[in-house]
């Protein structure tokens, strides 16, 4: 077997979600087509999880590459574990989630059946506890899911679940842009490596599972988030060429704010649920029309 899958982990006080994380995926079953380890990069760097990490690398047979990175941001994080990474194939997932069995070997196979450059697998939210009913028919923790083989564009693209060849790391020397601090950075990544001509596929059949844990279940929590992800979508469109298509963004947000606003004492009426699924657009767009002036409401990604 000539093929070896680095699985990229980046975390950050997350722990026991990590313990979990890695014994699942010790569990993989590679149907005898590839071996794989993981790379578990530290973004703190006094290194929290130095020794759970160790005491995992002596109880399992799975190899585990260790490493800090002082500078907090995701993108830097990323970039690490990419420079640790032994394998021809990258393999990269969240300290929250944690794979079924099959989840390697489902993407390894479709990445070589359909001859593209990297596959990526749903993402299913996944409680330990009961939450909210509020949040569960709001969709707020859902994800966009697309049939197996669909060739996806950028704006489609997330490295919660992904299985990249390394090639599309090397050959033109592309990483994680560093200056995309609070998140963005993986469609970035993804827009680029898109435009030198890589192709990647959705593959239905390989979900991950994302811990959503009670302080995801505040209000707060999702309109905070709106606002980091509002103003990372206006820093996309520094990048786009399409002058015409990073106007009619700015105009959309310049309509949508006020329809949200008129339309939420209506919605609260109709449900939490769908309360929040107004103001959480609403908030998105707001961060969206403030980034256009370089303001920046959110500085500090907690989800």
Known sequence: M??????????YHRNSMLVRLLRNLALQNTRGQFTFS???V???PSGPARAEVARL????SMEIVYGVEPE???PAARNHAIRLAKGNFIGIIDDDEFPPPHWLATLYEAVRTFEVDGALGPVIP????????WLIKSGLCDLPQWRTGTLLKWHQTRTGNVLLKKDVFDRHGI????TFRTGGSDQVFFRRAMQLGYQFIAVEEA????TVPPERWSKSYWLRRALVNGFNAQKYLAGERNKLKSTAAILKSAIALPIYLVCAPVCACLGTHVLMNCMERGFYHLSRLAAVFGIELRKKRDF
């Open 2 to 11: 000539s093929d070896h899958i680095s699985v990229c982990i980046c975390t």
């Open 38 to 40: 993981a790379v578990v």
């Open 42 to 44: 530290d973004n703190d």
């Open 57 to 60: 690398s002596s109880e399992m």
């Open 72 to 74: 907090r941001t995701i």
């Open 126 to 133: 996944f409680f330990d506890q009961r939450p909210p009913a």
């Open 175 to 178: 990483c994680f842009d560093k």
């Open 207 to 210: 979900p991950i599972y994302e």
